[in-house]
């Protein structure tokens, strides 16, 4: 049974929490074009809506509280262990933030931050030289970095999931697979065939674990 006394209307956490994250991701990300900043904010917003209800006021806990109450009586739904919803609603008894939805969330978020990383590091390194970015995590997908927002996002969704940002993820996917498409454009426009032949090789989204020179073996039957 949760006996956790409500823990709501900590606006001063909601914006801390937002801040911490937000400057974290700006550290990885660095956004320098309109694009990265299109993207960069819609991250931001998706934090920011999260941490509202995590903290501020539980808008989902409320919308959804009767049905709630009627299939898990002995929980305290106002408590803040009970916005782990997916943790709550499978039975987990002990602490929610070591249970399995908590682990899954951290390995996705920090999963998600080094994309971020090795992606920029090796884009920065190639733009200095007016190459096209095609070593370490680009060998293995072309938009790692991307991938990195969407992955963050889902491990806060399997952690803390709410009306709101459920609604927000499948929006924000949808727009950096554009934006994803805008690049390659721009992509084909300066580069050409080294583009076209990377795009053969490398998949956009879900990673090709082999790399590029196992596709190239492949190709010619080595």
């Known amino acids: 049974m949760q006996e956790d006394a409500p823990a709501y209307g900590l606006w001063m956490l909601v914006v801390l929490n937002s801040a911490i994250f937000i400057i974290f991701a700006f550290s990885f990300f660095k956004p320098q074009t309109g694009r990265d900043w299109r993207s960069f904010g819609a991250f931001s917003a998706f934090l920011v809506a999260l941490f509202a209800e995590m903290y501020g006021f539980p808008l989902t806990i409320y919308m959804l509280s009767g049905w709630l109450q009627t299939r898990w009586p002995d929980i305290n739904w106002l408590s803040h262990d009970a916005g782990h919803l997916l943790e709550m609603t499978f039975g987990w008894k002990l602490n929610p933030h070591f249970g399995p939805f908590h682990v899954l969330s951290f390995a996705l978020i920090g999963g998600g931050f080094w994309l971020i990383s090795a ?5 920065y390194e190639a733009q200095k030289r007016h190459e096209l970015a095609t070593g370490g995590v680009y060998a293995r997908m072309r938009h790692p970095q991307y991938v990195g927002f969407i992955l963050i996002m889902l491990g806060f969704l399997v952690q803390w999931p ?10 924000l996917v949808v727009m950096y697979v554009r934006l994803a498409k805008s690049e390659e454009r721009e992509a084909l426009a300066e580069f050409g065939d080294a583009y076209r032949n990377y795009m053969k090789d490398v998949p956009g989204f879900v990673p090709n674990l082999g790399g590029i020179e196992s596709k190239a073996r492949h190709r010619g039957g080595g």
Do not use: A, C
């Open 162 to 171: 709410t009306i709101l940002t459920l609604v927000m993820f499948p929006i």
């Open 119 to 123: 992606g920029w590091q090796r884009l």
